[in-house]
Every structure is written in C-alpha cells, then in structure tokens.
C-alpha cells in the first residue's frame, strides 16, 4: 500500500510511504479493490474491514473519526488530530474541521498548497493551527492521526480531502495498525 504512484523519476526529489504487510484484514480489503476495479459490467462497491475506499467509506470514515474527535472534546478529554495533505478545499470537510475546533479539538493542518479553511478565527476556528510546506514538489504522502482517545488511528493515504478524491474516484486510505 502506498501514499503515492511510486513513480522512477519523481522518487529522485520527493518520497511517498509504503506499507508492506501480510496482515490478512488488510491484504484481504486490497483483494477487494482490484476487484472492484477490474470489473466491467454491473457492480456491487464491497464494504471493507480496515481500508477507507473512495467513492464509497473514505468521506464517511473520515467523518466517523472527525466526529469522534468532537465527541472526546465534549467530554471533557482530549480531542486532537493532525492532518497534512496536498490540498484542502472540500467545503464539508472544512466545515466539519470548523465544528471541531468549535467544541474544543486541536487540529492541525499542514498544507502543501490549497487550503481554503481559515485557521485562528475566533469563534470559528481558533483551535485550528495551519502550516503550510513550501516547495518545488508535491508532498505525496498524506498523512491522518487521529489522537481517537488516546487509541490512535493513524492513516496514510493517496487523497487530499478535494470533493474529487472524497466522491468521485478510487482512492484508499490505509491504517497503520501495528507500531
């Protein structure tokens, strides 16, 4: 699994993170999307263990780890997640990321390019911090910890949260399940 295509040129100046594993959640939830993607006529989108997939479970499992940031923060315990990518610009992400910050979570972003969420807002977006990396290259690897009550979730993945990546094409966001 992997943050990026991998490609021979682009390798000299810039790096992607792979995973190699045979856990069988994971190679099994793989299996399921090159099947999806080989078949020709008619399909059923598979329900996946572990990956969040695009078109299908990458919004909604992103929103289900958002959402359960929130919910620690207005508990009372620590609500906190880091989330840097290529680009920023879906506006049901962006107003999710404001509803968090809202009730108290620490979010930091860290942005290559695009972001149209506006960090530091008071009554908005004041526990937003935004970092940008500036470069020649695009920063492949995205990268989504979820602090997740102190039982982090981190993942990896080839999307930007871009409405493109989160509903209109394949994309695989994959956990890290063994430190």
Known sequence: LGTGNLNEKTARVYADHGLLTANARLTDDVRKVFGFLMQEDGYEAPTYATLLVAPTSLRPGFEALVDHEVAEARAG????????????????????????????????????????????VPGVSEHIQARRIVGRYLE???????????DRQLYLASADWMHRNLSRRVEVAFPILDP
């Not at 290529?86 to 290559?112: F, H, K, P, T």
């Not at 492949?140 to 102190?150: K, L, M, T």
């Open 77 to 120: 315990r620590r609500g906190h997640m880091v989330l840097k990518m290529n680009a920023l610009e879906d506006a049901a992400m962006v107003e999710r990321l404001y509803d968090a910050s809202q009730a108290g979570v620490e979010v930091e972003l860290i942005c290559r390019g695009l972001t149209v969420a506006c960090a530091g």
């Open 140 to 150: 492949p690897a995205r990268v989504y910890d979820f602090h997740h009550g102190g």
